[in-house]
């Protein structure tokens, strides 16, 4: 969470030509914001140690990068980590008429973009740090994570969603989305489009307001929790090595069904004629309802 509130540094920058924000951080917060202005303003917080990011335009891309190694600062209670614990952060107020590229990573750092978004690709990488997105349309989203968590509120494109052990959160959207990590858990909603959803040792929630493309959702230890909208038309296959199958879907004609694998069919259309829908744990257990 961040703390300090003294501005070290304020700047405008033209955007004419610029096609690319790019940012690149060690230990600050990076926020993204609109603004009414026509020209970037960025705001540096911090303190007296802190060092100003470096300024460089690159062909269309203008590039900002951050200090490599943190500075010891002085507090009451003794010599700390400035940067790592004081949580300071680099705002960076765009006009709302930019719908380029957005590229932003930091290692420690949180990367959170608010407000509503209109880009042609949006990509962000953090160590620890988390990534939050309000809403966000653009053709390619990407956002990775090692151990910070993934929050997005909506977002609409191909996405891309990868974490180590952080959690990943999406609440809803369009079009199609790829989902990977070890060990967090994983939630999503508002499924339309192409889906892989792939955990180790984390659980999977995924809610599917429709389903019209293919969907794989896989496990190994952890559960999985789908939600299909009732008037879908899919045909769903479940299996498991030892983990239980709960299918609770009222309208839908079951096929084949043991302990341990499940075939159904939702919907009037022909079954060859419709989308199959995946899903498969080792020890976990899978939940299919509406």
């Known amino acids: 969470m961040f703390t300090s509130s003294d501005v070290v540094y304020t700047g405008n920058f033209s955007l004419e030509g610029i096609e690319t924000i790019w940012v690149r951080e060690t230990f600050r917060d990076i926020v993204f914001l609109h603004g009414d202005g026509e020209e970037l303003l960025v705001k540096e917080y911090g303190n007296q140690d802190t060092e100003l990011m470096r300024v460089e ?35 960076f107020i765009i006009p709302s008429g930019f719908t380029g590229q957005i590229y932003a990573e930091s290692k420690s750092g949180d990367v959170s973009m608010r407000d509503i978004w209109e880009l042609q690709n949006l990509q962000m990488k953090t160590a620890s740090g988390d990534a939050s997105v309000g809403r966000v349309q653009a053709e390619h989203i990407l956002i990775e994570s090692l151990s910070g968590d993934i929050d997005v509120e909506e977002a609409w494109g191909d996405r891309q969603l990868f974490s180590a052990s952080g959690d990943i959160s999406l609440k809803s959207g369009r079009g199609s989305l790829y989902v990977k990590t070890k060990s967090g858990d994983v939630a999503v909603g508002g499924l339309d489009a192409k889906t892989v959803l792939e955990s180790i040792s984390g ?71 419709t989308p199959v829908m995946d899903i498969g744990s080792v020890s976990g257990d899978v939940c299919v309802s509406n």
């Not at 084949?256 to 069919?265: G, I, K, Q």
């Open 203 to 273: 659980d999977i929630a995924a809610g599917f307001a429709t389903v019209t493309q293919p969907v794989k959702i896989t496990t190994v230890s952890g559960d999985a929790d789908v939600k299909v909208a009732a008037d879908s038309s899919v045909s769903i296959e479940a299996r498991t090595v030892s983990g239980d199958i709960d299918l609770d879907l009222p309208s839908a004609q079951i096929n084949n069904r043991s302990s341990h694998y499940v075939l159904a069919h939702m919907g009037s259309g022909a079954v060859e004629n």
């Open 57 to 91: 335009q690159r062909g269309t891309a203008l590039c900002f990068e951050g200090r490599d190694k943190a500075l010891l600062s002085v507090s009451v209670s003794g010599i700390f980590w400035g940067i790592t614990t004081g949580k300071h952060k680099i705002e």
